[in-house]
């Protein structure tokens, strides 16, 4: 059974800190790797991870995706209150070729 | 340049009755996604439209059905509503298919509450 594991599933921390986000996936026909902020209904689409493009970055956020160790990372940095959100991560594959997605992790920036 | 929109926005309902969702794509897309997202999980793919014929379906039961309008509107249909389907209802579009990678951009998602 295809499945996306996210850990931590939460995480406090405190403005100025940096945060890594863990995705870890078994996903039959891996096609990319996606991340979404979602505050407080609509998820936000923030980088796409395929083969050909492991390493994005924009501003102080930045994701690496292991295609050996099956997994990617999302680092924030220099934290802020705004940050504050749940992070999904989701893989695009499976039987059917469409977003499976895990459970989150929610992130609570303090001031 | 609209994004995806959704109505409405929140549902009150009662076992066993009907409802339907609806969901506008992203301007210069024509397909459209629904999840199902319950209190602290993540999305789960419930079906996608393209064409205005569904392509891909997740495990739900056959009382969750949809359609797609030729301006590539679509609507979700939940009938003969249980407890277990109060969750947040999320459309997301793309741009053919939506698959092997392309992006899929969210509506504000419809909450659904049955009673």
């Known amino acids: 059974e295809d499945k996306v594991v996210q850990s931590p599933l939460s995480l406090v921390v405190h403005e100025g800190d940096t945060v890594t986000l863990n995705c870890s996936y078994e996903?039959?026909?891996?096609?990319?790797l996606l991340w979404y902020k979602q505050e407080k209904k609509a998820p936000t689409f923030l980088f796409m991870l395929?083969?050909?493009?492991i390493e994005k970055k924009s501003g102080r956020l930045s994701s690496i995706l292991d295609k050996k160790e099956l997994s990617s990372i999302l680092n924030i940095t220099a934290t802020q209150t705004g940050d504050s959100a749940i992070y999904l991560c989701?893989?695009?594959?499976?039987?059917?070729?469409?977003?499976?997605f895990g459970k989150g992790t929610k992130l609570s920036v303090k001031p | 340049d609209a994004g995806v929109t959704q109505s409405p926005t929140h549902l009150i309902k009662t076992r066993g009755q009907q409802v339907t969702l609806r969901c506008s794509p992203k301007?210069?897309?024509?397909?459209v996604s629904w999840y199902q997202q319950a209190l602290g999980q993540g999305p789960q793919f419930i079906f996608q439209?393209?064409?205005?014929?569904?392509?891909q379906r997740g495990n739900f039961p056959d009382r969750f059905s949809g359609h797609q309008f030729p301006n590539y509107s679509s609507e979700l249909n939940v009938n003969a509503l249980l407890l277990g389907d109060s969750a947040l209802y999320l459309c997301?579009?793309?741009?053919?298919?939506?698959?092997?990678?392309?992006?899929?951009?969210f509506g504000p998602g419809t909450r659904l509450l049955v009673l």
């Open positions: 997301a579009s793309s741009w053919s298919l939506g698959l092997a990678g392309k992006t899929q951009y």
């Open positions: 996903v039959t026909n891996f096609r990319s």
């Open positions: 395929t083969s050909s493009g």
């Open positions: 989701a893989v695009a594959g499976g039987s059917q070729g469409n977003l499976i």
């Open positions: 301007s210069g897309h024509d397909t």
């Open positions: 439209y393209y064409e205005e014929e569904e392509r």
